[in-house]
């Protein structure tokens, strides 16, 4: 069976991954706040955490990985969208997850074995904050409850940070009602016109770091394998989360290995609306400010050629590259059987640490040795050249190098003759197809435009 290594941020170090149980090798990633489109940033974990999920079911079986990943339905921002917008907070999330679903699906990412709503888990949640109150590590305060960060000795161990650096680097809400000012909100009041809950200490709801918790818990149970997220998570999130479920689960690991994704730029720029470089997801693939869309399987190509663990700048250049690269291969394999099995440099790639920038290496030098069966299967387990990604191409099995070929032989014959028609011709024809023809000294490149139709091909052959 191949090793996987990870890179576990909770030890600083990569260390060979042995799951727990491996009929069920288990996985949480922290979701999606809806409220909103997911701008590109969010979509990094997404395609990240999709591959190590693809790794896993091709490694241990498919019917024996459990993928977690939640959709958080109840938080501030969603109410204040509400207010705002004067739209129900229940419509807001439901066509939030739909876009969320739908845009990510375009970017080849297979729906987690469970999407858990926040607001499904309630129940959950009150019973492992009584928990935590009944253990001495909450208490309750003028209708919140809060954790008491003292009483967890090692609260801080996954960031690898003091108390005093977390205060500093963190907007710590100072609150009459905290014993601590770093002591973090387990749940809250709600006034009558907001979402909440009856719970022992009043209507209120959940803060946000105990749903994760308890989703996780109900969902993989008081310890298991792998949990991911944006390294952005990691404080004070993810720590609040150890905090919580080793806390009302005494014994547990929680989690084994925690995984985090670097931040994503823009042009070399972190992504910001006032620098004009922000977008979402949905933008990029239906096209904004005049830019015409980006296939999604082009989005994931570029996502993958960075590793996870550094920051990856997304630029335009890198766009068209993917798209000029994937084109060919897409050529490459048109009519291809996949092989039985992906290659197995690229498998022992993806098994170090999610080294997908030499998986894709790797790709590149199947397509050069004209390997179509190889570059098929072994692009699948990336999510890449799948039948369901290829509609961008649709080359419709034509063949754009053969004409090339021919028009390259037409075009040498009309220097000998001078007679310039029949190129003409051919040209006019390949151009009211959509094919973008571009001709220079070095030769004769075609490439589908945007109202390509092969169709319309049918009668040049
Ligand atoms: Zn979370």
Not at 5 to 13: A, I, P, S, V
Not at 105 to 121: Q, V
Not at 213 to 239: K, R, V
Not at 343 to 365: F, K, M, Q, S, Y
């Amino acid at each position: 069976m191949t090793q996987i290594t990870l890179y576990n941020t909770r030890t600083r170090q990569k260390e060979q991954f042995e799951p727990i149980d491996p009929n069920n090798v288990r996985m949480y990633v922290c979701g999606p706040t809806v409220y909103d489109r997911a701008h590109l940033g969010n979509a990094r974990p997404v395609v990240v955490f999709d591959v190590l999920f693809r790794l896993l079911r091709h490694v241990y079986g498919p019917d024996h990985v459990t993928y977690v990943r939640n959709f958080t339905d109840v938080d501030d921002k969603i109410i204040a969208r509400a207010d705002e917008s004067g739209r129900p907070i229940d419509t807001i999330t439901a066509e939030t997850t739909q876009w969320f679903l739908e845009d990510m699906g375009a970017l080849g990412a297979l729906e987690p074995s469970h999407m858990p709503r926040a607001t499904a888990y309630i129940g959950q949640m009150i019973a492992m904050i009584e928990a935590l109150v009944e253990k001495g590590h909450a208490y309750a305060a003028e209708g919140h409850v809060l954790f008491d960060v003292n009483s967890y000795a090692a609260y801080g161990r996954l960031s690898g940070r003091s108390v005093d650096d977390m205060i500093a680097g963190a907007r710590v809400e100072v609150a009459p009602y905290k014993r601590d000012p770093m002591d973090f909100v387990l749940w809250k009041p709600s006034t009558p016109d907001q979402p909440g809950w009856d719970s022992p200490w009043g209507r209120g709801r959940p803060g946000w770091h105990i749903e994760c918790s308890a989703m996780a818990h109900d969902l993989l149970g008081e310890t298991f394998d792998i949990h991911g997220g944006g390294n952005d998570l990691t404080f004070p999130h993810h720590e609040n989360e150890i905090a919580q479920s080793c806390c009302a689960h005494p014994g547990s690991d929680f989690a084994r290995v925690w995984m985090h994704n670097e931040m994503l730029q823009v042009e070399g720029k972190k992504m910001s609306k006032s620098l004009g470089n922000f977008f979402t997801v949905h933008d990029l693939l239906a096209g904004h400010d005049g830019q015409p869309g980006i296939p999604g399987e082009v989005i994931r190509f570029v996502f993958l050629s960075t590793h996870y663990r550094k920051p990856m700048d997304w630029t335009a250049e890198k766009a068209r590259e993917a798209e000029s690269t994937l084109r060919k291969w897409r050529g490459l394999i048109a009519g291809a059987e996949p092989a039985p099995s992906p290659a197995p440099e690229v498998i022992a790639a993806l098994a170090d640490d999610l080294n997908t920038a030499g998986a894709i290496a790797v790709l590149h030098r199947l397509a050069a040795a004209g390997d179509a069966a190889g570059l098929k299967a072994s692009a699948g387990l990336m999510g890449l050249l799948s039948d369901e990604m290829g509609a961008w191409t649709a080359t419709g099995g034509a063949d754009l190098a053969a004409f090339a070929e021919k028009l390259a032989a037409l075009r040498a014959e009309a220097m000998q003759t001078k007679d310039f028609a029949q190129v003409d011709a051919f040209k006019a024809a390949l151009t009211a197809a959509g094919v973008e023809v571009r001709m220079s000294k070095a030769g004769v490149e075609l490439v589908p435009g945007a109202g390509f139709d092969p169709a319309k091909l049918e009668g040049l052959k």
